[in-house]
Nanobody
Framework: QVQLVESGGGLVQAGGSLRLSCAAS??????MGWHRQAPGKQRELVAR???????SYADSVKGRFTISRDSAKNTVYLQMNSLKLEDTAVYFC?????????WGQGTQVTVSS
């Protein structure tokens, strides 16, 4: 079972930046990434990075968010720039292994006008 600890959420003005971090304990981790869930909406994939470093993004965040990974530390990062009001959500980190996916507890990101 992989344990995930997220950090870096908070309150930021529109146009600002935040960096989320997620540290995973465990081994044989494949892909890692971030989902988010806004009030009244379904959880959606934000960004994903494979064990080999291949990345993918939701169209809504392309060009603004960057996912990266430090495999030695089992840590994934999400650099969020040019934040918009609609980026407000709880952001969840995940890590996948052969056994399935594990999730973090979530970190709140609030973008204000």
């Amino acid at each position: 079972q992989v344990q995930l600890v997220e950090s870096g959420g908070g309150l930021v003005q529109a146009g600002g930046s935040l960096r989320l971090s997620c540290a995973a304990s465990g081994s044989s981790i494949n892909a890692m990434g971030w989902h988010r869930q806004a009030p009244g909406k379904q959880r959606e994939l934000v960004a994903r990075i494979s064990s080999g470093g291949t990345t993918s993004y939701a169209d809504s965040v392309k060009g603004r968010f960057t996912i990266s990974r430090d495999s030695a530390k089992n840590t994934v990062y999400l650099q969020m720039n040019s934040l918009k009001l609609e980026d407000t959500a709880v952001y969840f980190c995940y890590a996948s292994t052969r056994s399935g996916a594990s999730w973090g507890q979530g970190t709140q990101v609030t973008v204000s006008s």
